[in-house]
């Protein structure tokens, strides 16, 4: 009988790798230089750091880390640092988070929230889903009585290349619940957001 072909495990680091050289090479460069002999193993490295939320999950993120609590005003954590990659471009886009949710008998541990953001921005983003979603997520896991995020982010694609603009300041933002609905509540968060502690 003929022996069965082994079939090789695949290999994602190996193959980003051959890829980035490649892209060396269809860039004009000489991958055998000195400076550029790791650079597709780094890139490779770099690449799968920068996209690991795709492997994060909100169950492991948040790991019983929800509690119950009678506290019903509002929660803030703001000026949270992200770092995300453009999906049209590749190129990184940064800026700060500032979210909010009333409770509705559970609360979060607040050092989850800013992971929750890393797992969400550590993608292939735009701005206005990676907004979304940490709202959405949030609503769904504590039940709230409303939840608000705003995003402020810098797009690398607008700054280095396009329209080279490098002062614009993309502002996103997700109201659900009373923040949708309430007017003064959704002002009392931006109100909050915009002032500094003395």
Not at 27 to 34: H, N, Y
Not at 86 to 101: N, R, S, T
Not at 108 to 131: C, H, N, Y
């Amino acid at each position: 009988m003929p022996k069965k072909k082994k079939t090789s495990a695949y290999d994602p680091t190996a193959n980003l790798e051959k890829n980035v050289l490649r892209i060396l090479r269809d860039l004009g460069e000489d991958p055998k230089r000195e400076g550029l002999l790791k650079t597709p193993h780094r890139v490779a490295k770099s690449l799968q750091f920068l996209t690991k939320g795709y492997r994060d999950e909100v169950k492991t993120i948040l790991n019983g880390a929800v509690f119950k609590e009678d506290y019903k005003e509002m929660v803030i954590v703001k000026d949270i640092d992200f770092f995300s990659m453009c999906e049209h471009h590749m190129l990184p886009f940064y800026g700060k988070i500032h979210i909010a949710y009333i409770p509705n008998g559970k609360i979060v541990g607040l050092s989850k929230i800013p992971r929750l953001v890393d797992m969400f921005a550590r993608r292939l983003q735009v701005q206005e889903r990676m907004t979304k979603q940490i709202a959405l997520t949030l609503y769904e896991v504590l039940d709230p009585d409303g939840v608000a995020v705003v995003c402020e982010g810098k797009h690398m694609c607008m700054m280095m290349r396009g329209v080279e603009k490098q002062h614009s300041l993309a502002t996103t933002s997700a109201m659900l619940g009373v923040f949708q609905n309430n007017i003064k509540t959704r002002n009392e968060f931006l109100t909050l957001i915009t002032n500094k502690l003395s």
